[in-house]
């Protein structure tokens, strides 16, 4: 079955940089786009960044644009979001998901892993 | 960026009821729209796809209507762990953008 499990969360202080791994199994990875997106507490759902299956194209929030960049390694079926400069605005549960096949939408999330950014 | 906005941001119901989510945006998507079910604890759950479009497994209580700028989810005979947060998302263009989110609680 389609596994992803996020990691990397911690706390860390503002201006600092912090890299998030999603580890995916049960599906071809190379065959699938794939989403960040973050729930800040008490919050709703933000999208933050996709990547296409090929890697040929990404979009990214106007929030996190220029200081997040997603990135896929193939050979590890592993999703990155490499986070610098980070706010306290960050702060979140960060969830990655695949993108569905035919569309844009995300068809299966992990758990999330927890970002807090914090002096 | 496209701005949604669902309603109502809460809703109070009992088992069995039938409960409606709207949602609008701020310019037309198509179809280009999903719904979210989030429970705490929990990662989100898709439940439609292309505005009608049931994701596999959901069960068929859920349906989804709409085009353009005006969509709806309902809930046929609300049952015990329906009870959750639904979120609607644009998937019409980028950035991508959700509704605030509408909190089904038990009455």
């Known amino acids: 079955q389609v596994q992803l499990v996020e990691s990397g969360g911690a706390v860390v202080q503002p201006g600092r940089s912090l890299r998030l791994s999603c580890a995916t199994s049960?599906?071809?990875?190379?065959?699938?786009?794939m989403h960040w997106v973050r729930q800040a507490p008490g919050k709703g759902l933000e999208w933050v960044a996709i990547?296409?299956?090929?890697?040929?194209?990404?979009n990214y929030a106007d929030s996190v644009k220029g200081r997040f960049t997603i990135s896929r390694d193939d050979s590890k079926d592993t999703l990155y979001l490499q986070m610098n400069s980070l706010r306290v605005e960050d702060t979140a549960v960060y969830y990655c998901a695949r993108k569905h096949f035919d569309w844009v939408s995300a068809d299966y999330w992990g758990q999330g892993t927890l970002v807090t950014v914090s002096s | 960026a496209i701005q949604m906005t669902q309603s109502p941001s809460s809703l109070s119901a009992v088992v069995g009821d039938r409960v409606t989510i709207t949602c609008r945006a701020s310019q037309g998507i198509r179809r280009d729209l999903s719904w979210y079910q989030l429970k705490p604890g929990k990662p989100p759950k898709l439940l439609i796809y292309g505005a009608s479009i049931l994701q596999t497994g959901v069960s068929s209580r859920f349906s989804g209507s709409g085009s353009g700028t005006d969509f709806t989810l309902t809930v046929d005979s609300l049952q015990p762990e329906d009870f959750a947060t639904y979120y609607c998302g644009q998937d019409w263009s980028f950035p991508l953008t959700f509704g605030g989110g509408t909190k089904v609680e038990i009455k």
């Open positions: 990547i296409w299956y090929d890697g040929s194209n990404k």
């Open positions: 049960g599906f071809t990875f190379s065959d699938y786009g």
